[in-house]
């Protein structure tokens, strides 16, 4: 094949269809960088940052206390609040054993007084005694060293013995619980 044979087969359609692909591959490339990996709803949020899949420690002095985590995390600087959604916490013991572990389906945690709210269908399992505390909302206070409920609350020890109250209210370390309003009294579930 000699040199005109080539250079005759580069025709100027042809060239100008490779460069039309060239173009439309950059702009292509352009776009897809330029393009919000987030959600339209996500990006209307006024949240600072958006982190999914967060896991943060709470100290007290250098000594592990709890573990947050959450599906996803909306940070607001200006309050050092975070909402999170599909959250859960776990408190240790003095020696660093899981003590509670609290699951809720959203929830509000404010990162200065590590305080924090567990909302919607949440679970307190007390890894002591193997035993559940379900409400609707459980709040946690580190500097009352207390854990409550203002909502009806419904607990199931490991036997399956189960009281009901309007609320519930204890004492980190999971020894003094009280029940408000016990309604029905005990009742054994099989």
């Given at each position: 094949m000699d040199m005109t044979t080539c250079r005759s087969s580069r025709t100027p359609a042809a060239i100008a269809l490779g460069a039309a692909l060239l173009l439309a591959a950059v702009a292509g490339c352009e776009r897809s960088i330029n393009t919000p990996l987030a959600n339209s709803a996500?990006?209307?949020?006024?949240?600072?940052?958006?982190?999914?899949?967060?896991?943060?420690?709470?100290?007290?002095?250098g000594i592990r206390e709890g573990r947050v985590a959450a599906d996803t995390a909306f940070m607001y600087a200006d309050s050092a609040k975070a909402?999170?959604?599909r959250m859960?916490?776990?408190f240790y013991d003095e020696v660093g054993r899981e003590?509670?572990?609290?699951?809720?389906?959203?929830?509000e945690w404010s990162q200065a007084s590590?305080?924090?709210?567990a909302r919607g269908d949440v679970v307190?399992?007390?890894?002591?005694?193997?035993?559940?505390?379900e409400s609707q909302e459980i709040h946690y206070d580190p500097d009352q060293d207390r854990i409550w409920s203002d909502s009806a609350t419904v607990r199931t020890l490991s036997?399956?013995?189960?009281?009901?109250?309007?609320?519930?209210?204890?004492?980190?370390s999971f020894e003094n619980i009280r029940i408000t309003d016990i309604r029905g009294g005990a009742r054994r579930v099989f």
């Open positions: 996500t990006q209307l949020m006024e949240a600072d940052n958006v982190i999914f899949g967060m896991v943060s420690f709470l100290t007290s002095r909402d999170l959604r859960e916490i776990v003590r509670a572990t609290v699951t809720g389906t959203y929830g590590d305080r924090m709210i307190l399992y007390i890894h002591s005694d193997s035993s559940t505390i036997d399956g013995s189960v009281t009901s109250g309007t609320s519930f209210q204890s004492d980190m």
